[in-house]
């Protein structure tokens, strides 16, 4: 099992990033599918979560209205699309399987900052 992020950098307050996993090593289409963060010190937190076909999505409250999860199953990836971003968005963004069971891939770091 493998997970690969991407799309994460520096953008200032109010701006968009769109970040993408590209997952492997198991059967991706019969997985619901989430999106977590983690700031250096503090647990890793649930961020977004869509299910195995996509029919149904969940974000956590600090987000929403402003966070967007998608996949595209055959291409075995999960996106999450941000937008209005905080400087409290700040961390290193990773995904999983919504269980969080497989291992975790190196996520890709998002600095929201002026």
């Known amino acids: 099992v493998q997970f690969v992020e991407s799309g994460g950098g520096l953008v200032q307050p109010g701006g968009s990033l769109r970040l993408s996993c590209a997952a492997s090593?198991?059967?991706?289409?019969?997985?619901?599918m989430s999106w977590y963060r983690q700031v250096p010190g503090n647990e890793r937190e649930f961020v977004a979560s869509?299910?195995?076909?996509?029919?149904?999505?969940n974000v956590a409250g600090s987000v929403k209205g402003r966070f967007t999860i998608s996949r595209d199953n055959a291409k075995n990836t999960v996106s999450l699309q941000m937008n209005s971003l905080k400087p409290e968005d700040t961390a290193v963004y990773f995904c999983?399987?919504?269980?969080?069971?497989?291992?975790w891939g190196q996520g890709t770091q998002v600095t929201v900052s002026s």
């Open positions: 869509i299910n195995s076909y996509g029919g149904a999505r």
């Open positions: 999983n399987i919504f269980s969080a069971a497989f291992p």
């Open positions: 090593g198991f059967t991706f289409s019969s997985f619901p």
